[in-house]
């Protein structure tokens, strides 16, 4: 495939940056990384501006509230139609069903229902939980409990999932013709939270779903994102996240970052 002239949104955040390097990277392709100063999520003319001419978008969440997100994504899908995108690469989550308690699980497969029915062709990741994001939870629960990180979690497992990981299949995704299907990308092992708690150097404790929400409320957490990890953790309770896949050894060629070597970096300033 020749150049391409590739959108990134979020491009100057952890995930679209790294996505849009990768591709900077590849060959003689145009790539744009789009930002909330030069087409913000809530513009719907300075997003059509930024996409016209564009060959792929490779489409980031936006974040905050779920309702917000929503009407963002809405932005986005709109400005791509409108431009003519010829492939839009979607990062969405492996828990995208409508009967998930999950907030963001309700505007993943709102923005996925939206793509498919634009008629654009499209290919979506969905992605795992973010290894860096669960262990950061990990440890910020953890330094305001003594050590001890309290997580309504039950038996669930999860499959965490490397930001680099993520932005490599991507990134890959963005170089390839459209799937038109989803392709869930995850970590190498499905780990009891226990475990990963255990791993991040903190002991496990039990909590109920209300004595989590308290606990975050205590310590100065905003109510939306108190309600986004309980909603988060009762997912992961359903079993919701703890599939793995072959996805990002398909897509990039290399294995899938195990939760030691995420550990690892962290513990030398790499994450």
Same mark, same amino acid.
């Given at each position: 495939?020749?150049?391409?002239?590739?959108?990134?949104?979020?491009?100057? =955040?952890?995930?679209? !940056?790294?996505?849009?390097? *990768?591709? &900077?990277?590849? +060959?003689?392709?145009?790539? @744009? $990384?789009?930002?909330?100063?030069?087409?913000?999520?809530?513009?719907?003319?300075?997003?059509?501006?930024?996409?016209?001419?564009?060959?792929?978008?490779?489409?980031?969440?936006?974040?905050?509230?779920?309702?917000?997100?929503?009407?963002?994504?809405?932005?986005?899908?709109?400005?791509?139609?409108?431009?003519?995108?010829?492939?839009?690469?979607?990062?969405?989550?492996?828990?995208?069903?409508?009967?998930?308690?999950?907030?963001?699980?309700?505007?993943?497969?709102?923005?996925?229902?939206?793509?498919?029915?634009?008629?654009?062709?499209?290919?979506?990741?969905?992605?795992?939980?973010?290894?860096?994001?669960?262990?950061?939870?990990?440890?910020?629960? =953890?330094?305001?409990? !003594?050590?001890?990180?309290? *997580?309504? &979690?039950?038996? +669930?497992?999860?499959?965490? @999932? $490397?930001?680099?990981?993520?932005?490599?299949?991507?990134?890959?995704?963005?170089?390839?013709?459209?799937?038109?299907?989803?392709?869930?990308?995850?970590?190498?092992?499905?780990?009891?939270?226990?475990?990963?708690?255990?791993?991040?150097?903190?002991?496990?404790?039990?909590?109920?779903?209300?004595?989590?929400?308290?606990?975050?409320?205590?310590?100065?957490?905003?109510?939306?994102?108190?309600?986004?990890?309980?909603?988060?953790?009762?997912?992961?309770?359903?079993?919701?996240?703890?599939?793995?896949?072959?996805?990002?050894?398909?897509?990039?060629?290399?294995?899938?970052?195990?939760?030691?070597?995420?550990?690892?970096?962290?513990?030398?300033?790499?994450?």
């Amino acid at each position: 495939m020749g150049g391409l002239r590739i959108a990134v949104t979020g491009g100057t =955040g952890r995930v679209g !940056g790294q996505v849009a390097r *990768l591709l &900077a990277a590849d +060959g003689p392709h145009d790539v @744009v $990384a789009l930002s909330s100063r030069t087409a913000p999520y809530d513009d719907p003319a300075a997003l059509r501006a930024a996409l016209t001419g564009v060959d792929t978008l490779v489409f980031v969440s936006s974040d905050g509230e779920a309702a917000r997100v929503i009407v963002h994504h809405q932005h986005v899908l709109a400005a791509a139609e409108a431009s003519g995108v010829r492939h839009v690469v979607l990062l969405s989550g492996v828990d995208a069903d409508v009967d998930s308690p999950f907030c963001y699980a309700h505007t993943n497969g709102h923005t996925e229902r939206l793509l498919r029915a634009s008629g654009l062709p499209y290919s979506i990741a969905r992605a795992g939980l973010f290894t860096e994001f669960f262990v950061g939870l990990i440890r910020q629960v =953890g330094a305001s409990h !003594g050590g001890t990180v309290a *997580l309504p &979690a039950g038996a +669930g497992r999860v499959a965490l @999932v $490397a930001r680099d990981d993520v932005a490599g299949c991507l990134a890959a995704l963005a170089l390839r013709e459209p799937t038109n299907g989803h392709h869930d990308v995850t970590g190498p092992e499905s780990l009891p939270v226990e475990a990963v708690v255990a791993a991040a150097g903190y002991r496990y404790a039990d909590a109920t779903p209300a004595e989590f929400a308290g606990a975050l409320l205590r310590h100065g957490e905003q109510p939306w994102w108190t309600y986004a990890y309980a909603s988060m953790f009762d997912s992961v309770r359903q079993g919701r996240w703890a599939a793995t896949s072959g996805a990002v050894a398909e897509l990039t060629g290399r294995a899938p970052t195990p939760l030691r070597d995420v550990l690892a970096a962290a513990s030398t300033g790499g994450v």
